[in-house]
Every structure is written in C-alpha cells, then in structure tokens.
C-alpha cells in the first residue's frame, strides 16, 4: 500500500482496518457461511495420512502433543523473558534489544514447532475440533498473538530501543502478556472441552 495513501501512521491505520474488518465479520452472516464452508476441509484433514496416522497409532499422536506442548512452553517462555524484559522486571543487566531478538528466534522456531505439531494432531480429531467453539476462539486469539507480533511488535521494536519512551515499552509488554496469557486460556480451554 503507498504510505503516502495512509499518511504517517501506516501501521496503525493498517491494524485498525483490520479490527473494523474482524468485527464486521464477526457480526454478520458471513462468520457462518464461511463455518460452514470449512467443514470439507476438516473432513479431507482427517482422511490424510496424518490424519489416520494419528486415528490409528495413539502413540505417535502421544509423542506429537509432548512435542506440542515442548514447543508451547519455549513459546510461552520467549513472550515471557521478551515482555518481561520490557516490564524492566528481568534480565535488566542485558540490553533489552539483545533480549528481544534472541527471544524473537526462539520465539519463530518455537511457533513453527507449534504450528506443524498443532495442525498433525488437529488432523486425527479434525471434526471434533470443528464443532468445539472454544477451538475457533483458540485460533483466533493465536492468529491475532501472530499478527501482534509480526506486525506491530516486531516492527515497532526494531529502532533504537533503549531510547525509547518506558512507558511505550511498558504498554507493549503489558499487550502482549494480555494476548499470550488469552492464547493460553483458550488453549487449555479446549482441553476441558473435549
């Protein structure tokens, strides 16, 4: 998009375009039919071979959710040293710029890990999750912790960092923790659910 379009706050008008867009579609007829419209998708899921291989053999749909949760744990890890970091509560001998990107590369391959492991189990149970709405809510509070990161974290903390207002800081930490700890909630929501 030409940033001349959206003036000096490309970002903002971006993220508020999104959340005017999320809303609408969460108020309208469309969230249903495109519910509906997925329901094929999740019944090809649990024809795959990953899909039966996690029907078939519980043990290696076992080892998958251990290396689920592994990677959910450094995830959860990362988000906590990064905002804590922020908050000025840990690590305050490292500069927090040094925090944050190291905290960012575990972060993606932690992410990765999750997402590859989380889409193999969904694939064994791919109609049960379906029908569970607090799965739904799951994958909305982890695309929205997603996009928060990549596009307003991420990009908002790549300056000069140490010279930047605390109280910026401080917002941003305290967002993010807001974000991750809902991600959570609704994660183990769903193992109450089933």
Same mark, same amino acid.
């Given at each position: ?5 959206? #003036? ?10 999104v959340i005017v867009f999320g809303l609408a579609f969460a108020l309208t007829d469309a969230r249903h039919t495109t519910w509906e ?6 019944? @090809? ?5 990953? =899909? ?5 053999y519980g043990a290696v749909f076992a080892l998958v959710e251990a290396a689920h949760l592994i990677a959910m744990a450094l995830l959860?890890?990362?988000?906590? %040293? ?5 908050? #000025? ?6 500069? %927090?710029?040094? %925090? ?28 049960? %999750? ?5 799965? @739904? ?42 974000? @991750? ?5 609704? =994660?183990?929501?769903? =193992?109450?659910?089933?």
């Amino acid at each position: 998009m030409n940033r001349a379009l959206l #003036g000096p706050y490309p970002r903002t008008i971006s993220v508020g375009a999104v959340i005017v867009f999320g809303l609408a579609f969460a108020l309208t007829d469309a969230r249903h039919t495109t519910w509906e419209a997925l329901l094929p998708l999740f019944e @090809w899921m649990e024809a795959t071979s990953p =899909g039966v291989i996690s029907q078939t053999y519980g043990a290696v749909f076992a080892l998958v959710e251990a290396a689920h949760l592994i990677a959910m744990a450094l995830l959860g890890g990362a988000v906590l %040293v990064a905002d804590g970091r922020l908050l #000025g509560l840990i690590l305050r001998d490292f500069s %927090v710029s040094r %925090v944050l990107d190291q905290s960012h590369r575990l972060f993606v391959w932690s992410l990765t890990a999750m997402i590859l492991s989380g889409v193999f189990m969904a694939c064994g149970v791919a109609l049960k %999750v379906y029908y569970l709405n607090v799965f @739904w809510y799951k994958m909305l509070a982890l695309v929205t912790g997603v996009f928060f990161v990549f596009f307003i974290r991420r990009p908002l903390l790549r300056g000069d960092v140490e010279n930047m207002n605390p109280q910026l800081l401080r917002l941003v930490g305290i967002a993010s923790l807001m974000i @991750w700890f809902s991600v959570a909630a609704t =994660g183990r929501w769903i =193992g109450f659910s089933g």
